[in-house]
């Protein structure tokens, strides 16, 4: 089994790099999908959520009002480290289900947006980072989700920053093109790195750092 950590900043991509991976056979392990599982309506990761938080973190139907918490946190950096704590330990536990039932020759992907800030790279064989400058994704932002160019960057200043994450990186995979030229570079990186290194689960310290 060959265990990859994908990571990137808000809006490089690195989602569309997951998707792209899946398709070429590795097992994806998506921290954002678990991490909206474990405070589904009658979990005790919710109950806890609105315990530190109180009840104005609830929509009218039980379930979690993720941008009214997302604003709470978002500029306060004890609340958001008060979040992780309720949240990233119930995330490792489930992703740590998931990947021991994977095949044993698999290519396992875990995408974790927040790897670089929460210490998990050294649990991993490779680290992949999609990467693209901070003035793309604040425009990204700014179409995919209407944030003005300031919510954009507290957004993005909330994360590590972009010299954290390739500071971590074995592999990066930079985004400033088209979708086409995204897949390019995700192809290369699973025909030139992960399959062949998915028996053994080794990576050799003279790949080459970063695909574009």
Do not use: C
Request: hydrophobic share 45%; glycine share 10%; no cysteine.
């Amino acid at each position: 089994m060959l265990r990859v950590g994908l990571t990137g900043g808000i809006a490089s991509g690195k989602s569309e790099v997951a998707r792209r991976l899946v398709e070429l056979g590795a097992v994806l392990v998506d921290a954002d999908l678990i991490a909206r599982e474990v405070v589904e309506p009658g979990t005790d990761g919710l109950a806890e959520i609105v315990a530190a938080f109180g009840p104005g973190m609830l929509k009218d139907d039980g379930g979690l009002d993720r941008a009214a918490l997302g604003s709470l946190v978002f500029a306060d950096p004890p609340r958001r480290e008060l979040l992780n704590s309720i949240i990233h330990p119930r995330v490792r536990a489930r992703a740590a289900e998931i990947v021991a039932g994977a095949p044993g020759e698999a290519v396992v992907v875990q995408d974790i947006p927040l790897l670089v800030e929460t210490g998990q790279a050294a649990d991993f064989d490779v680290v992949v980072v999609v990467d693209a400058p901070d003035e793309v994704r604040i425009r990204r932002l700014g179409d995919r989700n209407g944030l003005t160019a300031d919510e954009s960057r507290a957004r993005i200043a909330a994360q590590a920053s972009r010299e954290e994450r390739l500071k971590a990186a074995d592999y990066v995979i930079e985004n400033t093109g088209s979708l086409l030229d995204l897949r390019d570079a995700v192809d290369r990186l699973w025909h030139d790195l992960l399959a062949p290194r998915a028996g053994t689960g080794t990576v050799s310290a003279t790949e080459p750092p970063s695909a574009s």
